[in-house]
């Protein structure tokens, strides 16, 4: 017969009770805890376990049970366990498995027959007699024969007991459980156990879990929160999510939109379920986004694209869309909190289940300030996993930070559908009799029940690290950088071919939702740089047709009631502002002559181009027919001053300096005695820094560096000018050590007259391809800049944010600032930069498993606004030849104006209906119908952080606007002032303009409350 119970563990005591076990060492001091609770063996000794340090271990006694964790295997002497069995103890050691454990100890104890006299004499009643009348009882003679659901109780009971000693230790908390109180119910539950009377079993480990609760009130006497945060995706879909579903703990599942939308089609049984559960609130839905795209680097608008079809496959399925923004993947940055306030979030989780950086400050609730001041809710303390024995040996210490530190404590508990972790399942019995270590609820529940946070915690750009580059060379994807550029590429093409048709429409008075564009985009980011085999070119195909109808309709709609035959071309300006900007020719037609809109021509054998000046969201039309003035030709008469000679290309505001040495650039600079602006090098960078031997006026000396070096076979001039200055360099990039050709390579250097913009363009052949990590191992451009004090800024969803770290990711630009000059690279897509100490960079172009061998810089001087070039550089002007010309309304002409050039026209959209004022904030009015009514809306983007008024002309003047969110909630209500809109920005913000040509319509009030006197 058993006496008493004795734990062993690897400490002093339980005030520095160890956290930092492996796996299995915490399992089984965790399961040693638990098992010793089994009420057959409380029924045995009646009294509760106790424990004792390994390192001083008690005294050899007859009946007792001692359990040694296997984490205290090296305290205890060779010997010491045999004569503890000599003695007549049982010792139970090497072993962590709850159900091998419970074998043991239920060995041990199996000698023991339930009493059946009283100890005063008196007569108790005997297993399976009717005590008091009350009914029959089960005859039991064995624990096997226990009720295992009670058992399993009993077990949880003894695990909720140690967290709570832990936690209140970790609260620096060491007033006593009512131990009395404790063993005198629990005892009392195992006795009536064995006896067979279950009811009192219940309500005695309920008075148990309450004892504990109280406890644990002492030193924290609010409400704790436990967030039980389950991952689905389709393919652990199966009957065993049902109970999880038809439960009534609550429960939040964290899937994208398009898991969600699998789920419904291939299993329709369970997504009911899924969506009776989120009507009755038991169940939430974590998310909102479609695919979880990699956002940091894409455009702004395959973001608001993802977001926006998620939230509305959500509403399709479940009748709510999310209120709590979270995801699995990378995706912060400082615009979220703006974006998922603006699309309909309340909340959002700042922190992933992903690699990748970003800021670690753990809190339960905080407000999240993005880069534009707008807040949003938010928690960022990580998970503990739920099927890790580690997660529970800590969560004491987790728990008590958030007691410690939170306005409101919470921890997250992630886990997928089907976990087996008895600690979880200890958690989920403990919370049933009383919420001792906290409560369950789900996310949207816990932010409307906490109050909200005073501080305001605000991260900056440089803080975030996607893990894309690294982890897709890992996983050995094709094209880990050139995927970006393709995307930015297919992107580009889709809103030019989308600003053409909505133009049409609008001209047209037509409304956008008419024209068919939803699906094309969809083709396009479903195309994006997550496909990793190659698919079919429907996009492509779509975004021609669009394309062509959209110049199609916008050039009739220019030419209409034109009455003269002078054939022309339009060339066509999708951007917001003013540029200068190089077009590619048709072959049939003559080129203009130089003059007017038109500040320069070149034609060779291989191409013949025009830099056309264009206004914002506007057109130029030029006749072409033999009878209209002819371009000028390129002969060296008429060359003035050429544009490249002794290896110096130039314009009229700088001059670039052809390395013959590298065939990279030597320097770029300003006329008279002005410093190096920029060079630029083509290199190979080894993983490890080498020594490498280096003569200098022949003296032979060490060097170390991490970089190849590059040398000129020939520099090749294409133009002279007098408009267009081209050359092209060949050469090779190889290892000073051993002199093997790593790389051949050809750049081309490309610059206009009265353009301040050079353009490089990059071409790799032979390419001995880099192995390894991505960041350390790779072909680039290596960039230098003379001003060690420069500001280096880059581009995060085009607004401008300083570089932080020395990896950086930036797909539109890196500008380099001081007082007196800006330089902006224009990246073309390439998303990965790397900073060299403080005058260094070097944009990362072919790593492991890139196979694109061509791209493109443009390096643009003096441009206070560096997206404006940034995208003027990746944005072609769309020539489009007419038969009949000019137009009625004249040769030049705009759309739409904006007079702040900080401030982006990035795209028109459809009207929006004020959303229901009486719906709860995770509805939404299912609506099939489009709103009323004829206009559109603009969408402005403020880049450079500045507060900006802005005033916006359209070709019609309005009659009534107003500022809306993404769901069409109204944010500000504008002016009209004459003919201009006059509005106010904030730094960073992102505003949808609605301009109405009809009345608006009226603003839905409440419905009425009816009242009865029934």
């Known amino acids: 017969m058993l006496n008493d119970v004795v734990i062993l563990i690897p400490c002093h005591s339980l005030e520095d009770f160890p956290t930092d ?24 000794t009646r009294s509760l376990p106790g424990w004792h ?8 006694i007859a009946g007792r049970l001692i359990v040694v964790p296997t984490a205290c295997d090296d305290r205890l002497e060779s010997d010491w366990i045999g004569r503890q069995r000599d003695a007549g103890s049982f010792v139970i050691s090497g072993i962590h498995k709850r159900d091998e454990l419970l074998t043991e100890i239920l060995t041990a104890a199996r000698g023991w027959i339930p009493p059946s006299q009283s100890a005063d004499g008196g007569t108790t009643p005997l297993v399976g007699e009717i005590p008091n009348g009350t009914g029959p009882t089960s005859v039991i003679s064995s624990p096997e024969q226990l009720d295992p659901e009670l058992v399993a109780d009993f077990l949880a009971l003894g695990t909720t007991h140690l967290l709570v000693e832990l936690l209140s230790r970790q609260m620096h908390y060491f007033g006593e459980i009512d131990e009395m109180r404790l063993r005198r119910e629990a005892v009392e539950a195992a006795e009536a156990l064995v006896a067979g009377r279950t009811e009192d079993v219940k309500q005695r480990l309920a008075n148990c879990f309450e004892a504990l609760h ?18 689905l995706v389709p393919n652990m879909v199966d009957d065993k999510l049902i109970p999880l579903l038809t439960d009534s703990k609550p429960l939040s599942f964290l899937m994208t939109a398009r898991d969600a939308d699998e ?47 998620g939230r509305a496959t959500y509403q399709r399925l479940f009748r709510k869309e999310p209120t709590t923004w979270a995801r699995r993947r990378f995706g912060l940055h400082p615009l979220l909190p703006q974006i998922l306030t603006k699309s309909g979030y309340s909340a959002a989780c700042h922190f992933l289940l992903d690699d990748g950086i970003y800021p670690d400050s753990e809190n339960s609730k905080l407000r999240w300030e993005g880069c534009d001041n707008t807040t949003i809710d938010a928690i960022s303390r990580l998970p503990v996993a739920a099927d890790s024995a580690t997660s529970y040996l800590r969560l004491p210490q987790r728990l008590a930070e958030s007691m410690n530190q939170d306005q409101a404590a919470g921890l997250i508990i992630a886990r997928w559908p089907d976990v087996r972790s008895p600690f979880f399942a200890d958690l989920l019995r403990g919370v049933k009799y009383s919420p001792v270590i906290g409560r369950f609820a789900t996310f949207r529940e816990f932010f409307e029940r906490t109050d909200t946070p005073m501080r305001h915690s605000r991260y900056e750009a440089g803080e975030y690290l996607a893990p894309f580059l690294t982890r897709s060379v890992a996983a050995r994807e094709a094209n880990p950088i ?16 989308l600003w053409f048709r909505s133009i049409a429409a609008t001209l047209r008075g037509r409304r956008l939702h008419e024209i068919d564009s939803l699906n094309v985009e969809r083709l396009v980011e479903e195309a994006g740089p997550d496909v990793r085999t190659e698919g079919s070119s429907s996009h492509e195909t779509a975004i021609y047709e669009l394309a062509e109808a959209g110049q199609r309709e916008l050039a009739q709609t220019i030419l209409h009631g034109t009455t003269e035959k ?8 999708p951007l917001s502002f003013t540029r200068r900007v190089p077009v590619a020719w048709p072959d049939n037609l003559a080129l203009p002559a130089h003059g007017g809109v038109v500040k320069g021509v070149f034609e060779s054998e291989t191409a013949r181009q025009a830099l056309i000046e264009i206004p914002g969201c506007g057109f130029v039309w030029l006749p072409t027919s033999s009878g209209g003035r002819a371009a000028k030709r390129t002969t060296e008469e008429n060359l003035k001053t050429p544009l490249f000679e002794n290896n110096v290309l130039r314009n009229e505001f700088f001059e670039v300096h052809i390395s013959p040495e590298t065939g990279g650039i030597q320097r770029i600079k300003e006329y008279g005695r002005k410093p190096n602006r920029l060079s630029e090098q083509l290199a190979f960078r080894f993983p490890r820094e080498r020594s490498i031997t280096v003569t200098e006026d022949d003296r032979e000396f060490a060097e170390k560096s991490f970089y190849s070096a590059s040398r000129c076979h ?102 380099i600032a001081d007082d007196d000059t800006r330089t902006t690279i224009v990246t073309h897509g390439l998303p990965f930069h790397r900073k060299i100490g403080r005058r260094m960079c070097d944009s990362l172009l072919i790593v492991e498993g890139e196979t694109k061998r061509r791209f493109r810089f443009s390096i643009a001087f003096e441009q206070p606004y560096p997206l404006q070039a940034a995208i003027d550089s990746m944005t072609p002007a769309v020539v489009i030849p007419t038969e009949v010309g000019p137009p009625r309304c004249g040769t030049t002409g705009w759309f739409l104006h904006v007079d702040a050039p900080n401030v982006q026209l990035t795209r028109l959209t459809d009207l929006m209906d004020e959303p229901r004022t009486d719906a709860a904030s995770w509805e939404t009015a299912e609506t099939t119908e489009p709103p009323a009514g004829s206009g559109f809306a603009v969408r402005l983007q403020e880049t450079e952080g500045r507060r900006q008024s802005v005033a916006l002309r359209c070709f019609r003047t309005p009659l009534s606007v107003r500022l809306r969110d993404f769901t069409g909630r109204t944010t500000g209500q504008p002016r009209i002032d004459g003919d201009v809109v006059r509005l106010e920005l904030s730094p960073f913000e992102i505003a949808d303009l609605e301009l109405r040509f009809d009345p608006p319509p009226p603003v839905p009030q409440e419905s009425p409350t009816l009242t009865s006197d029934l």
């Not at 060492?25 to 029924?43: K, M, Y």
């Not at 001003?787 to 770290?805: E, I, K, M, N």
């Open 482 to 497: 050139s995927r970006y550029v393709d995307h930015f590429d297919r992107r580009q093409r889709f809103d030019s071919a």
């Open 263 to 309: 789920i419904a089609r291939d299993k329709p049984e369970i997504a009911k379920l899924l969506r009776e559960a989120v009507q009755r609130e038991t169940v939430e839905v974590l998310g909102g986004e479609w695919s979880e795209v990699p956002s940091p680097l894409l455009p702004l608008e395959s973001i608001l694209h993802d977001i926006r079809r």
């Open 214 to 231: 109280e406890a644990r009130e002492r030193f924290y006497p609010t409400d704790s929160y436990l967030l039980d945060m389950c991952l």
């Open 53 to 60: 340090r390994a390192d001083s271990p008690p005294e050899p």
């Open 566 to 573: 002078t054939p022309g071309v339009l060339v066509f300006n």
């Open 714 to 815: 020939g520099v090749e001039v294409i133009s002279r000018g007098p408009w267009l200055g081209e050359v092209q360099t060949t050469g090779e990039i190889f290892d000073q050590k051993t002199d093997a050709v790593l790389a051949t390579f050809r750049q081309t250097f490309r610059l206009w007259r009265g353009r301040r913009v050079l353009d490089i363009d990059i071409e790799f052949d032979a390419v001995k391809m880099p192995d390894g990590e991505p960041w350390t191992n790779y072909f680039g451009v290596r960039w230098a800049w003379l001003d060690s004090t420069a500001a280096l800024t880059r581009s995060v969803l085009g607004t401008t944010q300083p570089v932080g770290q020395d990896r950086f990711e930036s797909p539109h630009y890196i500008e």
């Open 21 to 44: 076990l492996g796996e299995k060492p915490a399992e089984g001091i965790l399961n040693a805890f638990a098992v010793a609770w089994h009420p057959w063996v409380l029924a045995q």
